[in-house]
């Protein structure tokens, strides 16, 4: 199976609330470099695929109206730009691959396509990109660009991968770098091109102002999970991050993906599906039952409304209680609210009912539904049943807490999969990229190069 690692550079990763966790060191050490690299030293000596860095662009400020519930509760607020940290994780390793959110929306493609192709040659060709829209109207408010429809957004996204696969593909030959010290000539310019790319929402003229990389276009992650989002994904992506609450949920979306995948034109084997999952592992029942009861203590009721009405840019505080959710427009995140419905399909939901749901406690659910909770052999059950019954290739595994989580995962739980044999004990140097580790050795892209 795969394994990623889920991160933020923020103080409370994944759980609003977790930043009070009394086994977490300091809050402030998501600023810190040392605490990345020993992350990341930590994550390589577990043989993990990848770290996997997810950001927002912007403040989660729908909620009442204003963004002080976030930054109160530290949604995602304060945090630190994941990109800036990648290339002191890679000199510090020499495995570990690392995939950082990064938005199609709020950054110009050459320059997209300039901080992924330095990011491949500073880490040997281990990098992805977790290619998101954006979703937060703030990020307007803030000049950074402009707020777009849910659809039109992915519509934009569409061609902006079009400008900047010219840029990484199309620009320059392999053999356009001759270094002829006696001819004074570094490259050749008849093997440089421009991209020439003129469509509805950018033009990119090139050529490509970096050189090819080990990868040239880096692993492309996606998550979205809307039908426009999926459709996305079918088109571009090579590994996709899925949340389900159950087993057969999970299986008609990997099911719907591949076929996707297929109408356009790819082969589904081209397509690693993993499932973003909680995860926490102890020794014994009897502490893993204590680390559950501890993690639901520290939910944050006010922190997981800032975040969700900034996903779905609905205010759930500006409707009455009895507005039925059907009538609101989403033109934000739609994942969140399908996620909602579908733990009662059959029932009219209204903002009072999800406001309610929203705010009780995160309960794992049993049969490793929601997070997988447990000794390491009971979770390892858990993964292995997820597999066989989607047809997902592995696990983006959210730990939590997130410092000592990361370390419970890496030291319990980890070991067990690999004595069971569903996990790597050592890299294969035959493949020293990180698409090579999803689809094996020589593998570059299913987009070809000049």
């Known amino acids: 199976m795969h394994l990623n690692l889920f991160t933020e550079c923020t103080p409370s990763p994944s759980f609003e609330g977790l930043w009070r966790h009394p086994q977490e060191p300091d809050p402030a050490v998501y600023r810190s470099l040392g605490h990345w690299i020993a992350l990341a030293a930590r994550l390589e000596e577990a043989c993990f695929d990848a770290l996997f860095f997810a950001d927002v662009h912007g403040v989660y400020d729908v909620y009442e109206g204003s963004w002080q519930p976030a930054v109160r509760e530290a949604v995602q607020i304060p945090s630190i730009d994941p990109v800036l940290v990648i290339p002191a994780l890679a000199a510090a390793t020499r495995h570990l691959g690392f995939a950082v959110t990064y938005s199609t929306t709020y950054h110009p493609p050459y320059l997209c396509a300039r901080t992924f192709s330095t990011l491949d040659h500073l880490t040997g060709g281990r990098i992805g990109w977790n290619v998101v829209t ?38 320059w030959s392999d053999r356009a770098v001759v270094a002829d010290v006696a001819g004074g000539r570094y490259a050749d310019p008849a093997l440089v091109r421009e ?123 500006g409707y009455a209680d009895d507005t039925p959710i059907e009538s609101i427009r989403v033109e934000g995140t739609r994942t969140p609210l399908d996620l909602i419905r579908r733990t009662s399909p059959d029932r009219d939901w209204t903002v009072g009912d999800v406001r309610r749901t929203l705010t009780l406690p995160h309960r794992p659910m049993r049969g490793g539904r929601f997070m997988l909770a447990g000794t390491p052999e009971e979770v390892a059950a858990h993964m292995t049943a997820w597999i066989e019954q989607t047809g997902i290739d592995g696990f983006n595994l959210i730990p939590c807490p997130a410092s000592a989580g990361a370390v419970d995962i890496c030291d319990l739980l980890v070991p067990q999969l690999q004595r069971q044999g569903l996990f790597r004990r050592r890299y294969d140097p035959g493949e020293p990229t990180l698409r090579e580790r999803y689809f094996g050795a020589g593998h570059r892209d299913h987009g070809g190069r000049p």
């Open 134 to 171: 954006s979703y937060l109207r703030s990020a307007e408010a803030n000049g950074i660009g402009e707020f777009l429809a849910h659809d039109v957004r992915y519509d934009r996204a569409d061609e902006y991968l079009a400008a900047v696969r010219a840029l990484w593909e199309d620009s």
């Open 195 to 317: 991209a020439g790319h003129e469509g509805k929402w950018f033009r990119v003229r090139g050529p490509h102002q970096c050189e090819p990389s080990p990868q040239r276009t880096p692993v492309l992650y996606q998550a979205g999970a809307s039908g426009r989002g999926m459709a996305f994904a079918a088109r571009h992506a090579e590994v996709v991050f899925l949340t389900a609450a159950d087993r057969k949920r999970c299986a008609e979306q990997v099911a719907e993906l591949r076929r996707l995948v297929r109408e356009a034109g790819r082969d589904p084997a081209s397509l690693k599906v993993l499932l973003g999952i909680p995860v926490i592992v102890a020794p014994t029942a009897e502490e893993a039952a204590a680390k559950v009861e501890l993690f639901t203590s520290l939910h944050s009721a006010e922190g997981r409304l800032a975040k969700w009405c900034g996903w779905t840019g609905v205010d759930l505080g």
